[in-house]
């Protein structure tokens, strides 16, 4: 008796990407059913629920490494990748988005799409600059990567922080285009801060001065690439708050999160932390604080980066003068733990970033070439 190709279908959906570019083998069936997009976004929905799947990406200046999420305490293997680095000259993520994650190399001014589960990568176009907008490698672009849902397209925004102007790049067209320009802060000075995180069909960050004084969080709204402000709940803005600055942006849970810094006594120092959700996107009156968190290393800089299986406790990462630390936070006994990821390089670490499992293609279905590009 024959088993239903839907029965086939949803068997293989549940199986890691490893297995299933063997399984693209077996037969001319098997290969074009799992290339096919319906079953790589079924294939992503799965992946996306379990947690297994996902994996934490950890920037060195020595290379990538990945640990699985559901195993934080075992060593961690270099991630390989075709891309090659040079010594102090590593390859930035700059985003990360259904399994792809945007790199950067500045020294070349390269932006690369690289699925990590299936080693297909794609080198994206030089912007063609005008005269009024050309490059300068000096000065740091920010970027933003993510998915839009109403034309099913991959987006990256790059601003160019000196001229505040904005440029998107579409994997459908693979091709840039100049959009609406920067504009909520005039002066040189501000800066973004984050990866353009994903959230409600749009790439948030949080905007500061040199200074570090609060500004605002400022997104990009990937359907109709424009700008907007994210409002914050009043407790942040009145003038009896305590927050400083803001620490970080990120993703948790699927809801906006933003790590504030509250300062004591004009000190640095004695900083803690509130963590808010943001848990239905755009409405000011759904943040909520979720747990304060007060580091026993001084000079320390927090980040949220998960939850865990189960839901009750949260990841963080603390960078301090010491170095890096990894913490489980357990929202119900209010109390951290303190773990150790084994197998880390000792040299400078710049960023982490979770990535799910995927087959998602960076483009979108030519021929994808593994190879190194000269």
């Known amino acids: 008796m024959s088993i239903p190709l839907d029965v086939i279908t949803e068997i293989l959906s549940l199986l890691p990407v490893k297995s299933l570019l063997r399984f693209r083998c077996v037969s001319k069936q098997f290969c074009a059913s799992i290339d096919s997009p319906e079953f790589v976004k079924l294939h992503l929905s799965r992946s996306k629920e379990t947690y297994s799947k996902s994996s934490l990406i950890l920037e060195f200046y020595s290379g990538f490494f990945s640990v699985n999420m559901d195993s934080l305490d075992i060593a961690v293997q270099l991630l390989d990748h075709p891309l090659d680095s040079y010594p102090k000259k590593p390859i930035k993520v700059i985003g990360s988005c259904n399994g792809l994650l945007a790199l950067q190399r500045h020294w070349r001014n390269e932006v690369y799409l690289l699925n990590p589960s299936t080693k297909k990568h794609q080198l994206l176009p030089n912007i063609v600059f005008d005269s009024e907008s050309h490059y300068n490698k000096t000065v740091i672009d920010q970027f933003g990567f993510g998915y839009d849902a109403s034309t099913d397209d991959y987006k990256m925004m790059r601003i160019l ?53 609060p500004l605002l969080i400022t997104a990009f709204d990937l359907k109709n690439e424009n700008f907007f402000v994210v409002p914050l709940p009043d407790e942040m ?138």
Not at 182 to 206: C, E, K, M, P, Q
Not at 302 to 325: D, F, M, Q, W
Not at 353 to 363: G, I, K, R, W
Request: proline fraction near 2%.
């Open 161 to 213: 922080m000196r001229k505040k102007q904005v440029f998107v790049y579409s994997l459908k067209t693979n091709s840039w285009k100049r959009v609406q320009d920067f504009s909520y802060h005039s002066a040189l000075t501000a800066t973004l801060r984050g990866r353009g995180d994903v959230i409600g069909g749009a790439l948030n960050w949080v905007e500061l001065e040199w200074d570090c004084h």
């Open 237 to 374: 803005t009145n003038e009896k708050s305590s927050f400083t600055y803001f620490s970080n942006l990120s993703v948790l849970g699927g809801c906006l999160s933003v790590t504030c810094a509250n300062r004591r006594n004009n000190t640095r120092n004695n900083d803690y932390y509130d963590i808010w959700v943001m848990k239905e996107y755009g409405i000011k009156e759904s943040w909520t604080k979720l747990f304060s968190f007060s580091p026993s290393l001084e000079g320390a800089y927090l980040k949220t980066i998960a939850y865990s299986e189960c839901g009750n406790k949260v990841l963080l990462r603390l960078e301090s003068p010491e170095g890096y630390h990894f913490f489980w936070y357990d929202l119900k006994e209010q109390s951290s733990h303190r773990f150790k990821i084994h197998g880390l390089p000792h040299d400078l670490w710049s960023e982490n970033t979770v990535c799910v499992e995927s087959l998602v293609t960076p483009d979108l279905g030519k021929i994808c070439q593994t190879e190194e590009r000269g």
